[in-house]
């Protein structure tokens, strides 16, 4: 149903970034965004094969459980380290790339509220691979987040960054671009 080894990715993740992390036990036992990630894959897995009221149900334990919502039909990719866990939504279309970090009260949201029939498509952001996302930090829309992006703490960014930004603010302005060695 979803990979055990993915688990493990997690958890090393998590080690890696988290200096609070002090073994893999400590980790796997309590961290809510560990748990989190484990739980939307298996939401996903059942959205992906139509069993959408399992799924929702799936998910909605996990919120309960974690304080972190995931739609069953978001799109993770590997390596994602969510600290403290507590607030952070992603709405059903958002695409979260490689070795993303997301702090506390992050939401990847749509911009409209709009009902099924009037909104077809992507509605939710789409992040590259290795951004980071500062705590309660508000990203909307059908935007992307170019890969190696920091966002700052409480942000809310209502257009593209390019890759290799920093944007803060309210709303979000690209302050500089970052050199990586």
């Not at 560990?34 to 399992?54: D, G, M, T, Y």
């Not at 952070?88 to 506390?104: K, S």
């Not at 498509?121 to 170019?146: C, D, K, N």
Request: hydrophobic content about 45%; charged content about 20%.
């Amino acid at each position: 149903m979803t990979n055990p080894s993915r688990l493990g990715e997690d958890i090393a993740a998590m080690r890696q970034r988290d200096p609070a992390a002090r073994s893999n036990l400590e980790a796997f036992l309590t961290s809510p965004g560990i748990h989190a990630l484990f739980w939307h894959r298996v939401a996903h897995w059942l959205w992906r094969w139509e069993w959408f009221l399992l799924g929702r149900l799936v998910s909605h334990l996990s919120r309960g459980l974690t304080g972190v919502e995931i739609h069953p039909g978001a799109t993770l990719g590997r390596r994602i380290v969510i600290d403290h866990g507590m607030g952070v939504v992603i709405g059903e279309t958002a695409v979260v790339g490689d070795d993303c970090l997301l702090y506390h009260g992050v939401t990847l949201g749509g911009k409209n509220a709009a009902s099924r029939n009037e909104v077809e498509g992507r509605r939710h952001p789409r992040l590259g691979e290795r951004v980071s996302v500062g705590a309660g930090a508000t990203i909307l829309g059908p935007i992307t987040i170019g890969d190696d992006a920091v966002i700052g703490a409480m942000s809310v960014v209502l257009k593209d960054v390019a890759p290799n930004s920093l944007a803060v603010g309210i709303p979000a302005k690209v302050k500089k671009r970052i050199r990586h060695p």
